[in-house]
């Protein structure tokens, strides 16, 4: 079993849809990011939590440190936010490292 | 103010060869980490330098090294490739290591690496 897990692997709505994608993780951790990676590969972080619930522009991403659980949310979804999606997590004492789920690949048609 | 760079984008490589791969993080952001991604999959952590010292490394063989210099630019480097090696290696750089406070990665484009 992955340490990250992702859900959904796919997901395709239509235009101005509100999406959810969530990420549970079975290790401890001291930070959760959350990915947008686009075709060509580049990859942007979009947020970066460690408790709480944070907000940009229509993305909101919340995290439950007891639950291990976190959760990427896109209001009035656009064609323009189809990409994939990835959580990641950082784990480990001293020498640390960031262990990624497998992505949500969201595809928003007009 | 430039982003991450990678160096070279594109690269084709035969089995049993050697490759280099550069990166140069954001100015002032001292920590690099590398990543490998095989298409349709997410991303495997490689490696953290952070002044020039390793601070984490991931599940990979010994044929992959790396090094980070003065200037904080990194070469990833991997020894006598095999089919499998073929993947996107990503690198991020981000102001401190993983180890403090938690702050923002950032991503360069990417070398896709093709070994045939």
């Known amino acids: 079993k992955n340490e990250v897990e992702q859900s959904p692997q796919n997901l395709t709505a239509q235009e101005g849809e509100f999406i959810t994608i969530n990420c549970s993780y079975s290790?401890?951790?001291?930070?959760l990011h959350w990915l947008q990676q686009h075709p060509g590969g580049g990859i942007v972080s979009l947020f970066m939590l460690s408790s709480g619930k944070k907000k940009h522009g229509r993305l909101i991403a919340t995290i439950n440190i007891q639950e291990k659980h976190s959760s990427l949310h896109i209001t009035a979804s656009h064609p323009r936010d189809s990409a994939v999606y990835i959580c990641?997590?950082?784990?480990?004492?001293?020498?640390?490292?960031?262990?990624f789920g497998q992505g949500t690949r969201l595809t928003i048609n007009p | 103010d430039a982003g991450v760079t990678q160096s070279p984008t594109h690269l084709i490589k035969t089995r049993g060869q050697q490759v280099t791969l550069r990166c140069s993080p954001i100015?002032?952001?001292?920590?690099v980490s590398w990543y490998q991604q095989v298409l349709g999959q997410g991303p495997q952590f490689i490696f953290q330098y952070y002044e020039k010292e390793e601070r984490g490394r991931g599940n990979f063989p010994d044929r992959f090294s790396a090094r980070q210099f003065p200037n904080y630019s990194s070469e990833l480097n991997v020894n006598a490739l095999l089919l499998g090696d073929s993947a996107l290696y990503l690198c991020?750089?981000?102001?401190?290591?993983?180890?403090?406070?938690?702050?923002?990665?950032?991503f360069g484009n990417g070398t896709r690496l093709t070994v045939t």
């Open positions: 100015s002032g952001h001292k920590s």
């Open positions: 991020a750089s981000r102001d401190r290591p993983f180890s403090w406070l938690p702050s923002p990665l950032h």
């Open positions: 990641a997590v950082t784990v480990g004492q001293g020498a640390q490292k960031l262990v």
């Open positions: 290790v401890g951790i001291s930070a």
